[in-house]
């Protein structure tokens, strides 16, 4: 285990020391990524969890493992890039020690929620509640001893993109798991949802309190079209794509959210929030994949089972070998040629999947 740290550390310093150089000036000054599997970059290989992805063959586009649950580059890494920004390193990597970290960082973590007990069940991971925390040792302790003065680094803070990807595990490792957690006998799908906004409203304010002002809330994907769940549908011979009452509980996650940037910005003095309709998308990704230049919507490129959805990939397994036709990677995570066409929908200048402004609306104000 100490040897293959080792290898991802230094493996990380490589690419994050000397393969990440911007050539122009960064539309923000730095970018903090927050959540989940989607946008954990490593973290996890340092906590001990079941929840990891360090190990071959996730990473084979990007050259090796790093940590990402994924073939290649998530949808921050692709959103560091639209920022003009170098791909941040993970908040629990060496690498987080010895690199610059005023260009931002990462604190997803596989497995995590909104909830504290969300995802208990693969052993550790650091809640949305614990990355806040770590965002605030960053501050006190790597932060703070580059300004001079406090209000140096307020300005900082103020301009800086804090991107949220969390929510899915609340669902899919907790409340979509009658026989591990008690949530879907507690709360009706609506109280649910109510508890998630609410919660989530509390911990964003905490970010608010520690300096943070432009932040992007991405929704919750259509968890019913994942191949995972796919595969514990009842049958053989289930025709749908998805599966509409698991996207239906997510829908009533997400018009909640999107309604909180209204809220958040009238209370909280000087904070702009944008949501990213990602469902939306990805659900046109999954009903019309040629739109977006896939083939396969509803199999995992490396899994078992229907769909590809009986387990994740596992080590050394044998993925496809068409990985840019493919929407989903493994029975959970897209393919790194799904990111990029989420990143492009999101983080361009275009408005369309941003609501009520766009990224480079935000980063202007």
Sequence with gaps: MKCLLFYLVFLELLWFGYGQSSNHQPLAPAFFVFGDSLVDCGNNNYIPTLARANYLPYGIDFGFPTGRFCNGRTVADYGAMYLGLPLVPPFLSPVSIVQNVLRGLNYASAAAGILEETGQHFGARTSFSEQISQFEMTIELKLRPFFQTPDDLRKYLAKSIIGINIGSNDYINNYLMPDRYSSSKTYSGEDYANLLIKTLSAQITRLYNLGARKMVLGGTGPLGCIPSQLYMVNGTNNTSKCVTKINNLVSLFNSRLKDLPNTLNTTLPGSFFIYQNIYDLFHNMVVNPSRYGLVIPDKACCGSGRYGGASTCLPLQQPCLERNQYVFWDAFHPTET????????????????????????????
């Design 338 to 365: 799904a990111n990029k066409i989420i990143a492009g929908e999101t983080f361009s200048n275009s408005a369309k999947y941003s609501y009520p402004i766009s990224l480079y609306e935000l980063v202007k104000l």
